[in-house]
């Protein structure tokens, strides 16, 4: 009995994915189990296998495709089955199975191969997100010469536009571009040499004036399609930015206690080398299970309050941000949040987080102190009601005790969903911060 392969749900918040690569073709014996094909959800790229065994007998989606969660993606029968009937029911889209060998579409990221058209061809439609428009060359172009010929044919709109601004002959250059078209970079070229003699500043705020208005040109950007995390990324922004009422808490906490506390057990060995963020995860944690009005989410019809701590904690990835999970982060210690952290940090970034890892967090922690940034302001990642955003650790001048002094200070922004949390409950929040902070040793008690 034939087997329909289709777009599953790999994560809970999951709605479409993108197939990476098939690792089963057309006519391969496929076993239930095997793994079909590589697909990349809103957080990672997962495995796809086999829920029946028999033949591929058809594929109906490319490498790169994006299709929705239930879709027919392929056919698994046995190798004489007839399975006309389920093709029939395929998407108009992916009706046509494609050839194990054929080279898939080329990318937005990909540069143009053909020299651009003449100013005769109408100008192509804008490429949308998903695909790239090749412009398509004259059935023939005109010789060109050095010192004659159709100088319309052979240079670029901007470059007339330049040339005719710098006071240059065309006939008298070389073009450098495809077909031997004179471009922009061989009028500049022509402009610095005793051909034309420098440029008066008139001649060079008009190039400047032509050059801004010039219209975009193939090669002069690139459309980059959205991967499905960076997708997720915007529609959940959109859902909090605006439907959630944010405020913003900010406080400046001195680490001196905590920056002795670290170096005295990085002096122990390697099993205690943390850093500042480790440290700060487990406090916000351990403050978070004193606090779980600030522990929660928010449900429309009510408010959840966690029993359990499971810290978010935002990694930034290639196309965007993962938050990988330290489950009970309130309950470990800080050497083991350091381990956890790491390694969670490496294969989020190896995009091989499994979903239990990514998802359900009670709260979120993130840190962009390491790039030098002093203070900034979080999103916050419904239905969690708050979110930290730890800035860069730094010695700075303070007066202490009416004395001027060197000490070690961060800046922390708590922000708030204003439906869930006060600005009382915040500021209560944020001074058993500062306790925990200015005191580490109550970590371990």
Not at 228 to 241: D, H, V, W, Y
Not at 341 to 352: F, H, N
Not at 388 to 393: D, E, L, N, R, S
Request: include cysteine; charged fraction near 25%.
């Amino acid at each position: 009995m034939a087997t329909k392969v289709t777009m599953e749900a790999l994560s809970p918040t999951m709605e479409e994915g993108r197939l990476v690569k098939w690792l089963k073709n057309e006519g391969d014996a496929v076993a239930k189990g095997d793994v079909l094909a590589e697909v990349e959800t809103d957080k990672a790229v997962m495995e796809l296998v086999a829920r029946g065994a028999g033949v591929m007998r058809a594929r109906l989606a490319a490498e790169g495709d994006t299709r929705p969660v239930g879709e027919l993606l392929a056919v698994i029968a046995e190798k004489d089955e007839n399975i006309d009937a389920i093709l029939k029911k395929a998407p108009a889209a992916a009706a046509a199975p494609s050839a194990p060998s054929a080279p898939s579409a080329p990318s937005a990221r990909s540069a143009p191969t053909a020299p651009p058209p003449s100013p005769a061809v109408p100008a192509p439609s804008a490429p949308s997100a998903s695909s790239t428009v090749v412009p398509t060359p004259p059935a023939s172009t005109p010789p060109s010469h050095p010192n004659g010929g159709d100088h319309r044919a052979r240079s670029s709109p901007l470059a007339r536009r330049l040339a005719s601004a710098r006071g240059l002959d065309l006939g008298r250059l070389q073009g450098t571009g495809p077909g031997g078209r004179i471009i922009r970079r061989d009028i500049e070229a022509a402009a610095s040499t005793e051909l034309s003699g420098e440029p008066t500043r008139a001649a060079a705020r008009a190039a400047a004036r032509a050059d801004a208005s010039a219209p975009r040109a193939a090669g002069d950007f690139e459309d980059v399609p959205l991967t499905q995390i960076r997708k997720t990324i915007a529609r959940r922004l959109a859902e909090s930015n605006g439907p959630i009422p944010t405020f913003f808490l900010t406080a400046d906490f001195d680490l001196t206690s905590v920056r002795e506390m670290r170096t005295r057990m990085i002096a122990l060995g390697d099993e205690f080398k943390v850093s500042y963020n480790d440290i700060l995860l487990k406090v916000i944690a351990t403050a978070l299970a004193q606090h779980p009005e600030v522990n929660a989410h928010w449900l429309g019809e009510s408010i959840r309050h966690h029993h359990r701590v499971d810290l978010g904690m935002a990694v930034a990835v290639e196309d965007g941000l993962i938050t990988p999970i330290i489950a009970d982060a309130d309950r470990k210690g800080i050497s083991e949040i350091a381990r956890e952290s790491r390694e969670l940090a490496k294969r989020a970034r190896e995009r091989k987080l499994a979903p239990e890892e990514y998802t359900g967090a009670t709260c979120t922690v993130s840190n962009l102190g390491m790039f030098g940034i002093d203070e900034f302001t979080a999103i916050i990642n419904p239905p969690e009601v708050a979110i930290f955003a730890i800035g860069a650790v730094g010695d700075v001048p303070v007066v202490v005790d009416g004395e001027l002094a060197v000490r070690t200070r961060v800046r922390i922004t708590m922000s708030c969903d204003h439906r869930a949390v006060d600005g009382a409950t915040g500021a209560r929040f944020m001074q058993t911060l500062r306790r925990l902070i200015e005191n580490p040793l109550m970590l371990v008690f």
